[in-house]
């Protein structure tokens, strides 16, 4: 965070030149929309779309003991990672919460990339060092600032990728693979990974070459979309952010990720669940839910899906209130607990 405000993107002003509208999110200001967001949202589900999703952190860890250290703060799914292999996972604080939601990419013999939430790098790379054992080798550099981080998403990603990046690469990463590559005389890392829902590559690279890929993307047919895009596909999709869905403390299992996450499931007092809304009128993070008129618990992430022609949201409710089916009202907005993901691909 600066002293004049929330970080600023290293392609903000690209994004300015190309229309975006910016707007904070998590300590960052963001491309909200380029002036059509129910068209970007559309671009992504139909066909494709780029996203900067350089907000995320970038920690590089490496070592002889590196993975002694990634077990014991995101679990032996992480550790026990085979060269070139990715995964979703979770770190843990004292208290078994979730202090970030990662996707770790073992990108080399003992070299492992971990992507991040917002704002939480210095958290995750604090739990590693308190990880290292005595004469360990272990390094862990943030990279936060000085790469991008470029994402694309939809049905045609594959395609996309192999017109605007390289013809090869999509054949060379099946899913949760990943892959150090040259790109325009760079470094570069693709990973074949996605939360929005959709076939998707992440692909880490130096700003420079990040502008150039952003154009590369859109002559290939997937033009930038916005914030408010994605977060609509992210919450159609289930997803929980570290803001504002876990920021109040959610163990693995409360999330109903446990198993994906590589963690223990076991009951939760709490959980996160999928609300769809009667009408399109969005309650901000916070507001509580009510069932019968009792505090059954509070709304997350909320958002108009434009595929649904509602309001769609993520609260975190008593586990008797969480079965789908069950009536809410959330800031005086009728609501339904429904079943996760909101938004299925019709062909798969």
Do not use: Q
Request: glycine share 12%; charged share 20%; aromatic share 4%.
């Amino acid at each position: 965070m600066s002293a004049g405000g929330p970080n600023r993107l290293a392609l903000h002003a690209v994004h300015a030149a190309h229309g975006a509208e910016f707007a904070a999110h998590a300590g960052w200001l963001l491309p909200e929309t380029y002036g059509d967001a129910e068209g970007e949202y559309g671009r992504l589900r139909a066909h494709a779309a780029a996203c900067d999703r350089s907000e995320r952190t970038r920690l590089m860890v490496s070592g002889t003991d590196a993975a002694l250290a990634l077990g014991a703060v995101f679990g032996p799914a992480a550790a026990e990672l085979e060269e070139g292999r990715a995964t979703r996972a979770a770190a843990l604080d004292g208290a078994g919460r979730i202090a970030d939601l990662a996707l770790v990419a073992r990108t080399g013999g003992i070299a492992w990339a971990v992507m991040g939430e917002p704002g939480r790098g210095a958290v995750t790379a604090g739990l590693l060092e308190a990880a290292r054992g005595p004469g360990h080798d272990l390094r862990v550099e943030d990279r936060t600032a000085t790469t991008c981080l470029i994402a694309i998403a939809g049905p045609a990603a594959a395609e996309t990728v192999a017109k605007g990046v390289h013809e090869a690469l999509p054949a060379r990463l099946p899913a949760l693979h990943a892959l150090p590559f040259e790109f325009h005389g760079y470094r570069a890392l693709a990973v074949r990974a996605s939360d929005l829902g959709e076939d998707g590559f992440e692909l880490m690279t130096a700003p420079p070459v990040a502008e150039h890929l952003l154009g590369l993307l859109a002559e290939a047919g997937a033009p930038p979309a916005g914030f408010r895009a994605r977060e609509i596909a992210r919450i159609e999709t289930g997803v929980p952010a570290f803001t504002p869905d876990l920021e109040t403390g959610l163990t693995p299992a409360a999330t109903g990720l446990a198993a994906a996450l590589g963690r223990p499931d076991e009951p939760a007092a709490r959980t996160l669940a999928a609300l769809l809304f009667e009408g399109r009128a969005t309650p901000p993070a916070g507001t509580p839910a009510l069932a019968d008129g009792e505090v059954a618990g509070e709304l997350r992430s909320c958002a108009r899906s434009f595929a649904l022609d509602a309001a769609a949201g993520l609260a975190i409710l008593n586990r008797e209130h969480a079965r789908p089916g069950t009536k809410l009202s959330v800031g005086g907005e009728p609501a339904l607990v429904a079943r996760s993901p909101l938004y299925r691909r019709r062909n798969t």
